[in-house]
Nanobody, 114 residues
Framework: QVQLVESGGGLVQAGGSLRLSCAASGTIFTTTMAWYRQAPGKQREPVAIITSSGTSTNYADSVKGRFTISINSAKNTVYLQMNSLKPEDTAVYYC????????WGQGTRVTVSS
């Protein structure tokens, strides 16, 4: 059973940056991966998607131009570079495949203060 472990979250002021990491316990990167987030009182939503080759990415409109997803297949790790953070980015961030093939990890909490 592949396990996903997210890390890198924290408290940051608006305009700041964070880099999230998602490490997998096994080889998973034959599939399209994604970062999701769940804000308080809201449904979990995908914010960034990357193909297994890393050659194609896609972003939610709310994060486009500020977030960058990348992948290191050799390390079974997916990253999310978050710049120009806004209070509305406050959420718990998770990774998973786009087709939700794996069990959810514990997520990593991001809090952006105004």
């Amino acid at each position: 059973q592949v396990q996903l472990v997210e890390s890198g979250g924290g408290l940051v002021q608006a305009g700041g940056s964070l880099r999230l990491s998602c490490a997998a316990s096994g080889t998973i990167f034959t599939t399209t991966m994604a970062w999701y987030r769940q804000a308080p009182g809201k449904q979990r939503e995908p914010v960034a998607i990357i193909t297994s080759s890393g050659t194609s990415t896609n972003y939610a409109d709310s994060v486009k131009g500020r977030f960058t997803i990348s992948i290191n297949s050799a390390k079974n790790t997916v990253y999310l570079q978050m710049n120009s953070l806004k209070p509305e980015d406050t959420a718990v961030y998770y990774c998973n495949s786009l087709s939700l093939d794996f069990s959810w990890g514990q997520g990593t909490r991001v809090t952006v203060s105004s």
